[in-house]
């Protein structure tokens, strides 16, 4: 079982909807939660990140960390086009030094205009 | 604002050679990761430094070596080059080298083996 689980999608969502993307991860000692962007052949662009329960807002994205279910989500309001790329979920891996992010294979979002 | 500047961008060798990639982290940073994300996979964890010292490893070969330098940029020297190694090679920089800190990934190399 891989460390970080994510759907490897495609999700596909109209402009102007929800995307919602899920993640779990298997240990409980992780203690930072990030998600990034990665346009195909591009770096990952960092999106959120999220340290403890709850929600955290910044413009359109929400991220959701519920540590007791060891599940983290991200959502997009008004999902634009330019919003279709793989959304990569990362954890720090706490077996190790800590400093190492372990990711998931990413969710293919399309957004349709 | 200043990014985490990779050189070079592609680079093409042969099987049995070798590699030398380059990594300017962001200024100020004091922190390098390196990933490797072959086609079609998420980014895998190699190594970083903090402060110049290696602080955490992860699947690296034991082909491949890396170090930090005193003006914090960082080398990762790759021999014996296989197939297997053609791959997009990320370096990412962060603040502070703990468990929360945020990473910010730089452009990239694309290292193609023939």
């Known amino acids: 079982q891989k460390e970080v689980e994510q759907n490897s999608g495609p999700l596909s969502v109209p402009e102007g909807a929800i995307a919602s993307l899920n993640c779990t991860y298997s240990?409980?000692?992780?203690?930072?939660f990030f998600w990034y962007r990665q346009y195909s052949g591009k770096s990952p662009e960092l999106i959120m990140f999220?340290?403890?329960?709850g929600d955290k807002e910044d413009g359109r994205f929400t991220a959701q960390l519920n540590k007791a279910s060891q599940y983290v989500s991200l959502l997009i309001r008004d999902s634009q086009p330019s919003d279709s790329a793989t959304y990569l979920c990362?954890?720090?891996?706490?077996?190790?030094?800590?400093?190492?992010?372990?990711f998931g294979k990413g969710t293919t979002l399309s957004v349709s205009s | 604002a200043a990014g985490v500047i990779q050189s070079p961008r592609h680079l093409i060798k042969e099987k049995r050679e070798t590699a030398t990639l380059k990594c300017y982290p962001i200024?100020?940073?004091?922190?390098v990761y390196w990933y490797q994300q072959g086609p079609g996979q998420d980014p895998q964890f190699l190594i970083s430094?903090?402060?110049?010292?290696?602080?955490d490893k992860g699947s690296i070969p034991d082909r491949f070596s890396a170090q930090q330098f005193s003006d914090y940029h960082s080398e990762l020297n790759m021999s014996s080059l296989e197939l297997g190694d053609s791959a997009l090679y990320f370096c990412?920089?962060?603040?502070?080298?703990?468990?929360?800190?945020?990473?910010?990934f730089g452009p990239g190399t694309r290292l193609t083996v023939l």
């Open positions: 990412a920089s962060s603040l502070g080298g703990g468990t929360t800190d945020t990473q910010y």
């Open positions: 240990d409980r000692g992780s203690q930072s």
């Open positions: 999220i340290y403890s329960n």
């Open positions: 990362a954890v720090n891996a706490h077996h190790q030094a800590g400093t190492a992010l372990i």
């Open positions: 200024p100020r940073h004091d922190t």
């Open positions: 430094f903090y402060e110049k010292m290696q602080s």
